[in-house]
Structure formats: structure tokens, C-alpha cells
């Protein structure tokens, strides 16, 4: 089952914050996310593990709610390299279940 | 360290013929995953492999398949193209179930 991520897209300007959110209809041990700039590969971001363990970029800032099973992705005090899609992955059958992901959500920072 | 690389970056092909993308993961990873990403799709997971077995697959026809090797390189096949598996296929290898590096793609069109 495919996460849910809200809002599908969203821009800001240089400075302000913006909260990307994750959700499953399903148990999830872990959620990965990655962030994809245009013509470019995705890159690692951040993984919340179930039990509250957390991996990932010290510039990055992240949530697990377990009972809910859903994450939000804080980006504080965007810059212009903050812009791309943003992708959450999710994994519900413990650590070698498949990793699944939503279907982005698009951020565009300006000037 | 030397990144994922996949070949060939870019392949045409026509309706009903079949292709083969490589995947030469990063040094020391055993996991290798594929997806197929299309626009407004985001990252469609296809199957992965680690140490050589299928550990997990995705919704795709068996018209795709994978394998990989005992140096941990992988390949997809795509048999009996069709125009809608026009799309760029990432590979993304990782060291178990951590964070995954992503590949830069085979952009493949389908005519």
C-alpha cells in the first residue's frame, strides 16, 4: 500500500518553513525519506525507525508518530537548494520488508 | 567510493521487443532495488535482491524480471515491450536495509 503524502505541492520563499507529511493505512517499522532534484537522482535524506531511532542528515528534521503511522519532514528556514520533490518511503513488514513510496510532494523555494 | 552506475543511460526501443538495464551497485552493498518512475507516479517499487535472491517483489507484470550476480551487479528485463513501460528505471543499492543509493537512471522510450 502506496504512503499518502500531503500536500502534493507547495512553494515558498527563501526563510519560511514547510511541514511534508506521511501517511499509511498500515503498521510501518520504518520511513525513509529522500528528496529528488529535477534530472537527478534521489538522494537519502532520513530514516525513523520503530522505536524512535533515527538516521539521517544533522540538518534534517523529522518525525515518527508509530500509533499513527505517520511521519512528517520539517524543513526550517528553507533555502533555494531546499527545492525539489520530496519522496517518503515506507516499510510495514520489519527491516526487509519492501520499501515503498508516495508519490512526492514538490517544493519550489524563491528568492 | 564510486556511485551506482546503470547502463545504458538511454535506450529506444520498439513495441514488443525486450531489454536488459545493468545495475553495478556501490562497493560492499548486497542489496540492490529497482524502480520504474513516470511522471505524477513517483517510485514505483519493482522487485529487489540481496545476495543473489529476489527478496522482495512489487505489482508488475512477469513481463519483468530481475537477477543478480555473486558481485552483487543486477539486471532488469523487460520482455514484450509495451508504450506504457516508457520510463526512467532506477536502481538504488544499499548495504542492507539502510539508506539507499540511487542509481541515475536508464531513461527508456518505447515506440
Known amino acids: 500500500q502506496q504512503p499518502v503524502q500531503s500536500p502534493q505541492a507547495v512553494i515558498l520563499r527563501e526563510g519560511e518553513d514547510a511541514v511534508i507529511n506521511c501517511s499509511s493505512s498500515?503498521?510501518?517499522?520504518?520511513v525513509h525519506w529522500y528528496r529528488q532534484k529535477h534530472g537527478e537522482a534521489p538522494v537519502f535524506l532520513m530514516i525513523?525507525?520503530?522505536?524512535?531511532e533515527q538516521k539521517g542528515h544533522e540538518k534534517i528534521s523529522a518525525s515518527f508518530n508509530e500509533k499513527k503511522q505517520q511521519s512528517s519532514l520539517y524543513l526550517t528556514a528553507s533555502q533555494l537548494s531546499y527545492s525539489g520533490t520530496y519522496f517518503c518511503?515506507?516499510?510495514?513488514?520489519?527491516?526487509?520488508?519492501?520499501?515503498?513510496f508516495g508519490q512526492g510532494t514538490t517544493l519550489q523555494v524563491k528568492p | 567510493k564510486a556511485g551506482v552506475t546503470q547502463t545504458p543511460r538511454y535506450l529506444i526501443k520498439t513495441r514488443g521487443q525486450q531489454v536488459t538495464l545493468s545495475c553495478s551497485p556501490i562497493?560492499?552493498?548486497?542489496?540492490v532495488s529497482w524502480y520504474q518512475q513516470t511522471p505524477g507516479q513517483g517510485l514505483q517499487f519493482l522487485f529487489e535482491?540481496?545476495?543473489?535472491?529476489?527478496?522482495n517483489k512489487g505489482n508488475f507484470p512477469g513481463r519483468f524480471s530481475g537477477r543478480q550476480f555473486s558481485n552483487s551487479r543486477s539486471e532488469m528485463n523487460v520482455s514484450t515491450l509495451e508504450l506504457g513501460d516508457s520510463a526512467l528505471y532506477l536502481c538504488?543499492?544499499?548495504?542492507?536495509?539502510?539508506?539507499?543509493?540511487f542509481g541515475p537512471g536508464t531513461r527508456l522510450t518505447v515506440t
Open positions: 538504488a543499492s544499499s548495504w542492507g536495509n539502510d539508506e539507499q543509493y
Open positions: 498500515k503498521a510501518l517499522y520504518s
Open positions: 525513523l525507525l520503530k522505536g524512535g
Open positions: 518511503g515506507t516499510r510495514g513488514s520489519g527491516n526487509t520488508g519492501k520499501l515503498i
Open positions: 562497493s560492499g552493498h548486497r542489496s
Open positions: 535482491y540481496f545476495s543473489e535472491t529476489q527478496r
